[in-house]
């Protein structure tokens, strides 16, 4: 096995999410998680997958009891969350792996909570965390257990 060079990459991309999105594994605790935090908040996944392919993402998130609601972007996040947030009126929190979308959902959004969440160490090790981001986690119950705090402050807050 060789690395693939980064011209190649757009080339494989596509057709890896074609084939592989419905068989792609959960993080550990992804699904505990969500469930568990789906019970105070609306879950949304906001993903850069081809537009295409987000039949694929929802039966692959079906299947793993996962059912909340699928929206497909392509560029940087950070319009897509305003839009989501303009009906919204509570806490939001932000979670992606991709510094560009946290730059840009931070700016657009300044009061989301963005999660730079990068659970895989090889990655963890060369990526680096935006400044932008409120918090780095690592792990599932590391993110559970900051979005269930803030939650409380937001609440005592309102009180």
């Not at 303009?86 to 931070?106: G, H, T």
């Not at 700016?107 to 400044?131: A, V």
Request: glycine share 2%; hydrophobic share 40%.
């Amino acid at each position: 096995m060789k690395p693939v060079e980064n011209m190649d990459m757009s080339k494989i991309m596509p057709d890896f999410f074609s084939s592989e999105t419905e068989n792609l594994e959960l993080v550990k605790n992804t699904k505990k998680v969500l469930q568990r935090l789906s019970k105070f908040l609306q879950i949304v996944v906001l993903t850069n997958l081809p537009h295409k392919d987000k039949g694929k993402r929802e039966i692959a998130m079906i299947k793993n009891n996962l059912n909340f609601p699928v929206i497909t972007n392509s560029g940087v996040k950070g319009e897509a969350v305003k839009k989501i947030l303009n009906k919204i009126n509570a806490a939001s929190f932000f979670i992606d792996d991709m510094p560009l979308n946290i730059d840009s959902v931070s700016k657009e959004c300044p009061e989301t909570h963005c999660i730079h969440f990068l659970q895989d160490e090889r990655i963890n090790k060369l990526m680096p965390t935006p400044k932008s981001a409120t918090i780095k986690l690592n792990n599932w119950l590391d993110v559970e257990n900051y979005i269930m705090k803030n939650l409380e402050k937001d609440i005592d807050k309102k009180n």
